[in-house]
Structures are given as structure tokens and as C-alpha cells.
């Protein structure tokens, strides 16, 4: 059985010792950059590598990027194969923020050509609070070589989005907060705002009160609402950075809303240039 969307605590536990099984924490901070490598030498799941948010799953911030830009997908591929991840490989994703770090690197998997990868729902909290095990041990990967085909077309440029905008052929979903997708508080970029046009669904609507991921029929139901006939395929999704966008894609594709995409820049890189028109309320 291959897992592409989530996995459940008591599923990883049972296929710990999978041979072709590669565990990924992809704890992360973005008030301290140090705090997840940190987190994960102090404990983390059997046998998992650290993904660094900065260092591994994004490339150099320059003046017209937004906070996290998409990695070289070849330099990103040979971090694969230091993992040990090839391309039959069975990739399990976890973090401690509700699957928000871990999604990006189910997404980037997906982009460059894996689909065997899935988020642990619940994440290290729920793994902890079932008992399960933690191990301070050091994983030493055997190298192996993934061979990328990277898909381009998963992704929008913002000159895509505008263009799509202007053209009414996508919808596009911010999965920041309210009050940020409002403009009434903006904690980590220099102005406050949405892309004109774009549909607020905060990330958190995918969660129950435990933090595990909805079932399916509930975030079908919910997405429907929102985005009402429109194809899947024409559902764009952004958030600040193109981090946390990628939980609410992982949460269609799980509602079986197959094909959405992802405005890999989004907010951060919107307001790079002036001429982008910004919406308050």
C-alpha cells in the first residue's frame, strides 16, 4: 500500500522498519531558524532526517522572491539522495506546527516527481501523545540517486496569477488568517493585504479540535462551499510564502479534489512589486 496524502500515527508505527521507508521532520520555526534542528536532536522519530525550512526546501531570498522561494530542483533532488530517498521510495513527512512545514515537502516531492509521500496527521504532538517512540540516534542514510521530473505545471508565476485573474479562469485561495488576509495585523511582512480577487480559507479549517485532518467528506464539503463549480484544477492556493498554501492543496487532494496548484511565490512575492494591486477587508 502507498500512502500520497496523510498517514496515521498508529500506520507509520506499524511500518517503522520498512525497508523502503524514509521518515522527514520538518520541524520548523520562523521566529528562531535554529529551533527545529535543534528540536529534532533532542528527540524525533525513528530513524528520521531534518529538513530545514530555509536550507533545504527553499532557495536564496532575492529582492524580487518572496520569503521561500522553491528550491533548485536539482540541488533539491541530490538532498533526496543524500536522504536515502530514490524513486520508489515511500517519503512520511512530519512536524510540530499541524502539518504546515511538512506539507511543503510533500508538495515539493510531488513537484519533482513522487507521489509516495504522505503527511503524518497529527504530527509529532499526536505521535507523542499515543506513546509512541522518540529516539535521540542520528540516522545514517545509505546515498542513493533520485532522479527528478520536475513538473512545472503544478506551480503559478505571479505574472500567471495576474494574468488568470484578470482572465477568470482560477480561483485563488490564501490560507493565512483572517486578520492578515484582512490587512488588520501583519506580524511577518512589510505591508498588510490579499491579491484582489482572492478567497480567504485559513489552513486551520482543515483541522479538528485534536489538530488531526478532517475526513475527507467534511473538506470536500467545506472546499465546495468555497470554491462552488469552479474545477478543482482551477484552484490556485497562496498563503505568505508558499509554505502553509501547500496544507490546503494536501487537504483537497486528500477530499479526492484532485489537480489544484499552487502560487509558489505568493503574498511575500506579490508585494515585491508596487504596480500588484493590494485589498484590505
Given at each position: 500500500?502507498?500512502?500520497?496524502?496523510?498517514?496515521?500515527?498508529?500506520?507509520?508505527?506499524?511500518?517503522?522498519?520498512?525497508?523502503?521507508?524514509?521518515?522527514?521532520?520538518?520541524?520548523?520555526?520562523?521566529?528562531?531558524?535554529?529551533?527545529?534542528?535543534?528540536?529534532?536532536?533532542?528527540?524525533?522519530?525513528?530513524?528520521?532526517?531534518?529538513?530545514?525550512?530555509?536550507?533545504?526546501?527553499?532557495?536564496?531570498?532575492?529582492?524580487?522572491t518572496g520569503r521561500h522561494p522553491l528550491p533548485d530542483a536539482e540541488t533539491f533532488s541530490r538532498k533526496l539522495?543524500?536522504?536515502?530517498?530514490?524513486?520508489?521510495?515511500?517519503?512520511?513527512?512530519?512536524?510540530?506546527?499541524?502539518?504546515?512545514?511538512?506539507?511543503?515537502?510533500?508538495?515539493?516531492?510531488?513537484?519533482?516527481?513522487?507521489?509516495?509521500?504522505?503527511?503524518?496527521?497529527?504530527?509529532?504532538?499526536?505521535?507523542?501523545?499515543?506513546?509512541?517512540?522518540?529516539?535521540?540516534?542520528?540516522?545514517?542514510?545509505?546515498?542513493?540517486?533520485?532522479?527528478?521530473?520536475?513538473?512545472?505545471?503544478?506551480?503559478?508565476?505571479?505574472?500567471?496569477?495576474?494574468?488568470?485573474?484578470?482572465?477568470?479562469?482560477?480561483?485563488?485561495?490564501?490560507?493565512?488568517?483572517?486578520?492578515?488576509?484582512?490587512?488588520?495585523?501583519?506580524?511577518?511582512?512589510?505591508?498588510?493585504?490579499?491579491?484582489?480577487?482572492?478567497?480567504?480559507?485559513?489552513?486551520?479549517?482543515?483541522?479538528?479540535?485534536?489538530?488531526?485532518?478532517?475526513?475527507?467528506?467534511?473538506?470536500?464539503?467545506?472546499?465546495?462551499?468555497?470554491?462552488?463549480?469552479?474545477?478543482?484544477?482551477?484552484?490556485?492556493?497562496?498563503?505568505?510564502?508558499?509554505?502553509?498554501?501547500?496544507?490546503?492543496?494536501?487537504?483537497?487532494?486528500?477530499?479526492?479534489?484532485?489537480?489544484?496548484?499552487?502560487?509558489?511565490?505568493?503574498?511575500?512575492?506579490?508585494?515585491?512589486?508596487?504596480?500588484?494591486?493590494?485589498?484590505?477587508?
Open positions: 500500500m502507498h500512502y500520497t496524502t496523510l498517514i496515521t500515527a498508529d500506520a507509520l508505527h506499524q511500518n517503522l522498519d520498512q525497508a523502503d521507508w524514509v521518515i522527514v521532520d520538518c520541524r520548523f520555526s520562523l521566529a528562531d531558524a535554529s529551533a527545529g534542528a535543534s528540536a529534532y536532536r533532542r528527540g524525533h522519530l525513528p530513524n528520521a532526517r531534518y529538513a530545514d525550512l530555509n536550507k533545504d526546501l527553499s532557495s536564496a531570498v532575492k529582492s524580487y539522495g543524500e536522504w536515502g530517498i530514490g524513486n520508489n521510495t515511500q517519503v512520511i513527512a512530519y512536524d510540530d506546527a499541524d502539518g504546515a512545514f511538512a506539507a511543503r515537502l510533500w508538495w515539493l516531492l510531488r513537484w519533482v516527481g513522487l507521489t509516495r509521500v504522505a503527511v503524518l496527521d497529527g504530527g509529532l504532538p499526536y505521535w507523542k501523545k499515543q506513546g509512541l517512540p522518540l529516539t535521540t540516534h542520528l540516522p545514517q542514510p545509505k546515498t542513493t540517486h533520485y532522479r527528478s521530473y520536475q513538473d512545472n505545471s503544478l506551480w503559478l508565476s505571479a505574472l500567471d496569477v495576474q494574468n488568470h485573474l484578470a482572465q477568470k479562469t482560477i480561483k485563488l485561495l490564501d490560507a493565512r488568517t483572517a486578520v492578515r488576509y484582512r490587512g488588520e495585523q501583519e506580524p511577518i511582512d512589510p505591508i498588510a493585504g490579499h491579491v484582489p480577487g482572492a478567497l480567504n480559507y485559513p489552513m486551520q479549517c482543515n483541522l479538528d479540535a485534536q489538530h488531526l485532518f478532517l475526513p475527507a467528506s467534511k473538506l470536500k464539503k467545506q472546499f465546495q462551499q468555497l470554491i462552488d463549480t469552479t474545477p478543482s484544477e482551477q484552484i490556485v492556493h497562496m498563503c505568505g510564502s508558499g509554505v502553509t498554501a501547500c496544507h490546503n492543496l494536501l487537504a483537497m487532494e486528500h477530499a479526492g479534489l484532485i489537480g489544484s496548484k499552487l502560487y509558489a511565490g505568493s503574498w511575500s512575492e506579490w508585494i515585491t512589486n508596487k504596480n500588484r494591486e493590494v485589498a484590505r477587508n
